[in-house]
């Protein structure tokens, strides 16, 4: 009977994450992948970020950057925002297990305001980086970082371009 329990689970997860993948794919926003966390810990080693800096993970998932930005930089703002309810429940319901400080919006990422933003991270596609230039340029205060995995910013130049296992990373500043 546990196993049974255990394999319904299982399916029903699974079920979960196929439907999510499909909404996101239907309304054309970027699918629920995760960075890989060596990338992630690449990204942190070439991070200095001051006490009480806002970070922001948007379309967080499962916010993997931020919690291992919050193991390194202990006194900082962390605030993940992410569309997808259950992934946004799944996330509150782990910080909280874990002690976590990093709050967790459940939100469209254009239907917030990044004016106290000091650095966003963002692993999206082509698409939503296109539409984002407007809002980063309006929304943000002048010296803001973005770091984007894979995608560019159209009309920026990055300050710097890493490259872990085939995939570029790029930094920029608003
Ligand atoms: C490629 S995943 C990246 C997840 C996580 N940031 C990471 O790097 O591991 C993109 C995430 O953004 C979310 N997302 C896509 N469009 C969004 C939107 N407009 N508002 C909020 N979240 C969004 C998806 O549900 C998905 O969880």
Request: charged fraction near 25%.
């Amino acid at each position: 009977m546990t196993w049974l329990i255990i394999i319904l689970l299982i399916v029903i997860i699974y079920a979960f994450f196929f439907l999510a993948q499909f909404y996101n794919i239907i309304l054309n926003r970027a699918p629920f992948i995760t960075t890989d966390r060596e990338i992630i810990k690449k990204i942190i080693s070439e991070l200095f970020v001051p006490e009480q800096a806002t970070v922001y993970e948007l379309g967080c998932g499962q916010a993997m950057f931020l919690r291992l930005l919050e193991k390194k930089f202990t006194k900082i703002n962390l605030i993940g925002v992410e569309n997808l309810f259950l992934v946004y429940l799944f996330d509150k319901i782990k910080f909280n297990i874990l002690g976590s400080k990093i709050e967790i919006l459940h939100k469209n990422i254009f239907d917030i305001n990044l004016k106290d933003a000091d650095f966003l991270y963002c692993y999206l596609s082509d698409e939503i980086m296109d539409k984002m230039v407007e809002k980063f340029k309006r929304e943000c205060k002048v010296g803001t970082k973005v770091i984007s995995c894979v995608f560019t910013l159209r009309n920026f130049t990055p300050y710097k371009v890493i490259t872990v296992n085939n995939d570029k990373i790029y930094f920029y500043e608003i």
